[in-house]
């Protein structure tokens, strides 16, 4: 699954889908939001998932 931004709704969206189900990776474009899915060890892309240009 992918979770595009790590915002509140993102968050509580990544600990559902860690509890119940499929590999997940999170796409975020702020670095210390990054910096948080680092230090959780959670796959991430970081970008702008809404960009045609990555």
């Known amino acids: 699954m992918v979770v595009c931004g790590y915002g509140g709704v993102g968050r509580n969206l990544l600990q559902l889908l860690q509890e119940h189900g499929p590999p997940v990776v999170v ?5 210390s ?5 680092r230090e ?5 892309v970081y970008g702008n998932a809404a960009s045609l240009h990555g």
Do not use: R, T
Request: no cysteine.
């Open 27 to 31: 796409i975020d474009q702020s670095e």
């Open 33 to 37: 939001k990054i910096q948080q899915l």
């Open 40 to 44: 959780a060890g959670v796959p991430y």
